[in-house]
């Protein structure tokens, strides 16, 4: 998720204290947080244990609860002065300390029963099934919801969430999980999480346990309430095969040897929390059906290590871990289920269709605004259509060189390594499909074909309103009437990185009359029909995959 709005990456210290103390703006990077909460009157005890990385006595963090009190850094009473235009960067004064000093910084607050828009980010609560739901969600940048927080996305963390909740909910989070009758611990000890899918708190009382069995070593639990069909449609050894699959390519699976599955009403389709994922319960109709689900669940388990492990460098990369999540549960289902993995790139080719924004969108609009216009797009460009200008083993040689270790990671680095392995020059490819302001105008194409002196003459017209050139390669069907039988022709249009808008072949002339032809029937560039001629493959229109993006009535 892509840039931060309204509140500062690093941490700045303001004023000082008298004495031989230092005084002044100095940094602070916080490793730990411990929040105590209780679920009904979302009253909270906040602290934070932080390292000084440079002298002083003042520090800003982010803050938007407005409900702070008793705030203090190492014991001593702190003021607190609200500075930014959006009321959320918080400057703390309190004792001076110099560069390495540990900080402790404790607070209590009430979180708001907000959220961010029509999403469940921030704190929520609804009556459902007969039962009571709540979650605490953070997102990219969005943790001053929930107290105070430094909420630059490449951070990473430990965590500890101690929930005061009635006797008869559930309470689930990221962590060790130990239980009493009327609270839960959830003790994140692992490397460390990024804040936006780490801070997360999820309860119900309607929920019921059952063992989803061990997948490659991990014991995998899923909850969910009486009647749920999503559950059910989650194959064991299919899942259990696609961890294999990830871990023998970027290493373990990072967050110990448990995962659970936790199915509840939410806004999102899925949600990464790091070993505690979160799926929506509507994923599967009461008509049937586990595509939305089986491709979900895939989806959130590659976060694991493309989001979770490995993060964000800023707020606009956001679109290289869902581009990832999509890509590599796509590469699994085309190993695995052909028509799954068809399904899945038209998809991206159809939701792309009237994206309002490039994959990192150089207007920097709120993220909340453009996030779903990636998931489309990202794959498609970053991936799918480099598979199709070198090879998927060169695409996937790079994504190993980049997941598998606790980091921060820019879609720069992205494009670098994917240059390196496949020794392509991506200067001009990036500037054209990934980055820009505005609507991306992506190729039109116009179709012409004809028997001519013996040969099919097939020409290829592209339009593009953009000033950068796009380029890419992908084929052309020619279909028969009855469409029983076709014929696959590769177009150029890359040219080894020189884009052409014309392309012509005289190919030998097939052996049924051609009566349409098909643009792009495997979904391999983001070309669209110009002329009455072109027809979409089949599966083009379907409706795109409900990931994080997911877009229902009423919603944005």
């Not at 049924?512 to 027809?535: I, K, M, Q, R």
Request: some cysteine.
């Amino acid at each position: 998720m892509i840039p931060r709005h309204g509140v500062v990456a690093s941490v700045a210290l303001v004023l000082g204290c008298g004495g031989a103390a230092p005084t002044g703006d100095a940094t602070v990077e916080i490793a730990h947080y411990e929040l105590a909460l209780d679920l009904i009157s979302r009253a909270t005890q906040g602290t934070l244990t932080a390292t000084a990385t440079s002298d002083g006595n003042c520090f800003a963090l982010a803050d938007a609860t407005r409900a702070l009190t008793d705030v203090r850094v190492n014991g001593e009473a702190a003021t607190t002065t609200y500075t930014a235009d959006d009321n959320t960067e918080l400057t703390i004064c309190g004792p001076g300390f110099y560069a390495g000093d540990a900080l402790t910084i404790s607070y209590s607050s009430v979180i708001p029963a907000e959220t961010l828009g029509a999403s469940q980010v921030g704190f929520s609560s609804r009556s459902i099934g007969g039962g009571n739901f709540y979650y605490m969600l953070n997102w990219v940048a969005q943790c001053a919801r929930l107290g105070i927080c430094d909420p630059a996305p490449d951070r990473f963390a430990t965590y500890r969430f101690v929930v005061a909740h009635p006797a008869e909910l559930t309470v689930l989070c990221p962590g060790d999980i130990s239980t009493s009758p009327t609270q839960t611990i959830c003790n994140f000890s692992s490397a460390g999480g990024p804040l936006y899918s780490t801070m997360g708190i999820i309860a119900y009382d309607r929920w019921t346990s059952r063992s989803l069995g061990t997948w490659d070593g991990v014991a995998v639990t899923g909850f969910e309430r009486a009647g749920g069909r999503v559950l059910d449609v989650i194959n064991a050894d299919y899942f259990a095969n696609f961890m294999a699959w990830m871990s023998e390519r970027f290493g373990p699976y990072p967050y110990g040897d448990e995962l659970r599955i936790v199915v509840a009403p939410t806004y999102w389709a899925g949600f990464e929390h790091p070993g505690n994922i979160v799926l929506d319960d509507a994923l599967v109709s009461a008509l049937g059906g586990d595509e939305d689900a089986v491709h979900t669940l895939l989806h959130e388990i590659v976060h694991q290590w493309a989001g979770d492990q490995t993060t964000l460098a800023s707020t606009y990369d956001f679109v290289w871990k869902e581009a990832m999540a999509e890509y590599l549960s796509f590469v699994y289902e085309d190993e695995t289920d052909g028509e799954l993995a068809r399904l899945t790139r038209a998809g991206w080719k159809a939701y792309s269709n009237g994206a309002a924004y490039h994959p990192v969108p150089e207007e920097q609009p709120a993220l909340f605004t453009y996030y779903g216009h990636v998931y489309g797009p990202g794959p498609m460009v970053l991936f799918r259509q480099l598979e199709r200008l070198t090879s998927r083993d060169d695409v996937l040689a790079a994504l190993q060189t980049l997941l598998g270790a606790q980091r921060a990671l820019s879609v720069d680095e992205v494009v670098a390594a994917l240059e390196q392995t496949t020794e392509l020059s991506l200067d001009a490819y990036a500037d054209a499909w990934i980055y820009g302001t505005g609507a991306p105008a992506w190729h039109r194409i116009q179709l012409t074909g004809g028997v001519a002196n013996g040969f099919y003459k097939l020409t290829v017209q592209a339009t593009n309103a953009q000033a950068v050139p796009l380029a890419c390669r992908f084929s052309v069907g020619l279909m028969s009437a009855d469409q029983s039988e076709s014929q696959l022709v590769s177009v150029d249009l890359w040219n080894d990185g020189a884009p052409i808008a014309t392309w012509e072949a005289d190919l030998a002339l097939p052996s049924f009359e051609v009566a349409s032809l098909v643009l792009d029937p495997n979904h391999e560039c983001l070309v669209y029909p110009a002329a009455s001629l072109v027809t979409m493959p089949r599966g083009v229109n379907w409706s795109p995959w409900v990931t994080e993006n997911r877009y229902r009535p009423g919603r944005p």
